[in-house]
């Protein structure tokens, strides 16, 4: 299931990457690598030993001091043959990936493309932990060596980032999609400790909000997953000490159950038929032996009355989960739209453009702006499949 689920999220990530449509192409913001070179001062480093790295575009006139930070997402690892595998490729080695990344959606330095962040300085983290940079362990056994030090690149990035003017911040925002959402709720507070006192430092997770869901064969398969994870990697010791104090520690890597502990202002963006979680939690692939789904995974149109009334249960789930954050939250945003997506605030399109998804009228653009500048109350929860037609849904 893992090398499947993980070939399933790469090939997601590919069509990602290829999906948006070229009218942006013209203005393509291209942004270099930059290593991390004294990472290796604190043993901050890839799976395979490679150094962590960045990708930092700077900001300028009233955003100069202002700092957005974004986890890049990819998927996980969690046993030893899927960890070695990754160490291979550009999910776990910075050796194999692009030196050059195109920032848009929220990393856009365009003002009309991005109104509310595009002078603020932008930084990208890339992911080659394979735990939401939250893990801190090694394996070794003679002929095989894999480094599970995700808290440690995080921390590594930080210090790298404090004397280039993220420690006199005035204003941040961490941020990620994906696995990179997850990291997003796992290093939130501990973010808000670097950054000075009187700074205004919030959070925002895109597509992180994975659930520790049934899946359709009623087997908790995410939460097999995740604590095989926390165990290889060496993660508990990094999740919140509040959450881990319960009885159940390894399953604070879910987000549900670290965000009651979350002291720091976080907005919440998420699909309530969020792709992946669809495929890979709910859905996943041996939980499916004969492909009943297959179709319905295509494209929701094809999917019958069972299947839409089990996406329907997914989506009722997610939205009890929110439920204490959203009405208890005075300081937190949402935006639960009802699109087959995954990762919407990096891709142009779906982040801010004429045609982009919107819930109440509002982009999710304006809705993290409204609420990270605290100009509008911004909680938006859409109405349930099939009923928005602001969607740009990946399959179908
Ligand atoms: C910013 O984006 C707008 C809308 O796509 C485009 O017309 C304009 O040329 C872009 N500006 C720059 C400097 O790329
Ligand atoms: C490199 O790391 C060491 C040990 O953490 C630290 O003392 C030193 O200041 C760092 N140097 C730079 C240039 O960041
Ligand atoms: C080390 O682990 C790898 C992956 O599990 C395995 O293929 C290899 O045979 C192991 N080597 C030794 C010496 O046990
Ligand atoms: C933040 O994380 C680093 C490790 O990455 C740790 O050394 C530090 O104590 C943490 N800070 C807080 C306030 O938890
Ligand atoms: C925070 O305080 C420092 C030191 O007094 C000051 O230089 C900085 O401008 C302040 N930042 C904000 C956002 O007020
Ligand atoms: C439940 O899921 C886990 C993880 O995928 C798997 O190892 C286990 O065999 C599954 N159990 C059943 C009863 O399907
Ligand atoms: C745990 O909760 C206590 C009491 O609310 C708080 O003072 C402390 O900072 C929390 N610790 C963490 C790691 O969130
Ligand atoms: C909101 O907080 C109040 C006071 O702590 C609590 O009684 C109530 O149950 C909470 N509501 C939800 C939906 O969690
Ligand atoms: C929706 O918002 C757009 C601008 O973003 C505005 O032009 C339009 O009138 C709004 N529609 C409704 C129904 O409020």
């Not at 508990?236 to 009885?247: G, Y």
């Not at 004429?354 to 304006?366: H, L, M």
Request: hydrophobic share 35%; glycine share 8%.
């Amino acid at each position: 299931m893992n090398a499947n689920a993980m070939g399933a999220a790469i090939s997601l990530l590919i069509l990602l990457t290829c999906a948006p449509r070229s009218i942006y192409s013209q203005e393509r913001r291209l942004v270099k690598m930059t290593l991390v070179r004294n990472a290796s001062s604190i043993g901050a480093y890839c799976l395979d030993g490679s150094l962590p790295a960045y990708h930092l575009d700077r900001g300028f006139g009233a955003g100069a001091r202002n700092w957005l930070l974004q986890f890049e997402g990819g998927g996980w690892c969690n046993d030893v043959k899927s960890c070695l595998e990754r160490a291979a490729t550009r999910r776990g080695s910075t050796r194999y990936m692009s030196k050059v990344e195109v920032f848009s959606g929220i990393l856009s330095n365009n003002a009309s493309l991005n109104p509310d962040f595009y002078n603020w300085n932008r930084v990208k983290l890339r992911y080659c932990d394979g735990a939401s940079f939250a893990g801190d362990a090694k394996f070794q056994n003679g002929t095989s060596l894999l480094y599970f030090r995700g808290q440690r690149i995080w921390q590594a990035i930080i210090l790298d980032l404090l004397p280039k003017g993220l420690g006199q911040a005035k204003k941040a925002l961490l941020s990620g999609c994906s696995a990179g959402g997850l990291a997003t709720f796992l290093h939130c507070d501990n973010f808000t400790s670097y950054l000075p006192k009187n700074a205004s430092v919030k959070c925002l997770s895109d597509a992180g909000f994975f659930l520790d869901a049934r899946d359709i064969s009623l087997n908790h398969s995410m939460r097999y997953f995740y604590n095989s994870l926390v165990t290889l990697q060496g993660a508990e010791k990094n999740l919140n000490k509040n959450c881990t104090s319960s009885p159940f520690p390894e399953q604070c890597f879910f987000p549900q159950y670290a965000l009651p502990y979350i002291k720091t202002p976080f907005f919440i963006l998420n699909s309530a038929y969020d792709v992946y979680q669809f495929h890979h939690i709910l859905v996943p692939p041996a939980a499916d032996p004969h492909g009943h789904w297959y179709h319905c995974k295509l494209n929701p149109s094809a999917c019958n009355v069972v299947q839409i009334n089990t996406l329907q249960g997914f989506r009722k789930y997610m939205l009890e989960t929110l439920r204490p954050f959203f009405v208890n939250s005075t300081r937190g945003g949402m935006f639960i739209n009802s699109c087959f997506a995954h990762c919407q605030s990096e891709l142009q399109d779906t982040w801010f453009a004429p045609d982009s998804p919107r819930v109440n009228n509002k982009t999710i653009s304006e809705a993290v702006g409204d609420w990270y500048f605290g100009r509008k109350v911004s909680k938006e929860i859409d109405c349930a499949y099939p009923c928005d037609n602001t969607c740009h849904n990946l399959i179908g």
